[in-house]
C-alpha cells in the first residue's frame, strides 16, 4: 500500500514494517530497500523515527553509512558527544564502533542506512539508550 | 554555495559539479557525498541527470547500487531491454557488468549511486551510448 499515509516524510520510499521494539525506543519504521546481497556485500534500508524515537546502542562488523534525507536527528559515538543530523548530512560509521542513532526530541528523522562488507555481519545490538540519557542532550 | 538554484531536484543535496564530459553525453552533476573509505569499502555519490543526459556503457569491479530519489530515468544492461526507473526504484548492479544509466527524454532523473566493494575498483568507462541507441528507446 504506496499511499501518501504510507509514505516516508521524504516522499520518495513506503515507510515500512514497525521496527523491531526490543531494539528501538519510540516508533521507528524500516523500509528494506536492498535485502543483503552475497555479490555486492551490502544490505540498505530506509528508517524513520517519529519525535524521541532512537534505536538501541549497537556496532555493526562491517561498519555503515547513514544519509539524512528528512528532519532533524541525534548521533552518538560511545564517550563522545551527540552530534545533531539535517537532511543532506552523511555519517561514516567505522566497524565495531558502539553507537545510536534517532530523531530529535521533536522532530522527526529520515535516514537511508547502507550496511557495508555485510560478510563480516550487520548489526549486533546492545543496551537501550534510557530516557535518562535521551533526556540529557541539550 | 548552498542556494536554491544549487540544490538537486530531490532538494535533499546540493546539485555538485558537473559531469565528466568524457563520460557523460548531455549535462549531468555529481555530488560527492562518501569518498571512497578504505574501512568501508565503499563511495557514494548523488547524481543528476538533465533531460536526455546520460553515462557512457560502464562497470564496476565491485559492484553498485542505484537509488532513484526523482525524476524519470533509463537503466540498461548489455543486450537486455532499457528498463524505466521513478522515484524510490533501486537498482543492483553486478560487479563487471556493462550498463548505463540517465534521464529519460523527456524528465529529469536524480540518483544516489552506491559504488560497493571499492577495493575491486569502481569504474571502468567503456564507450558513449549514442544518439542512435538513445533515441532508439521506445
Known amino acids: 500500500m504506496n499511499t501518501k499515509e504510507n509514505q516516508a516524510d521524504n516522499g520518495i520510499f513506503p515507510k515500512g514494517e514497525k521496527a523491531p521494539a526490543d531494539y528501538f525506543t519510540g516508533m521507528a519504521w524500516v523500509q528494506l530497500l536492498v535485502p543483503n546481497d552475497p555479490a555486492l556485500h551490502c544490505q540498505v534500508g530506509n528508517v524513520v523515527f517519529e519525535p524521541g524515537a532512537r ?10 553509512i547513514l544519509i539524512v534525507t528528512d528532519g532533524i536527528g541525534y548521533y552518538q559515538e560511545k564517550g563522545k558527544p551527540v552530534k545533531l543530523l539535517h537532511k ?31 560478510q563480516k555481519g ?17
Open 55 to 64: 534505536n538501541n546502542w549497537h556496532t555493526h562488523p562491517g561498519g555503515q
Open 88 to 118: 543532506g548530512d552523511v555519517v561514516n560509521i567505522l566497524p565495531d564502533t558502539e553507537h545510536w542513532h534517532g530523531a530529535s526530541h521533536d522532530s522527526g528523522f529520515t535516514h537511508i542506512a547502507i550496511n557495508t562488507n555485510t
Open 122 to 138: 550487520i548489526v549486533v545490538w546492545l543496551q537501550r539508550v534510557t530516557n535518562e540519557e535521551y533526556n540529557s542532550i541539550k
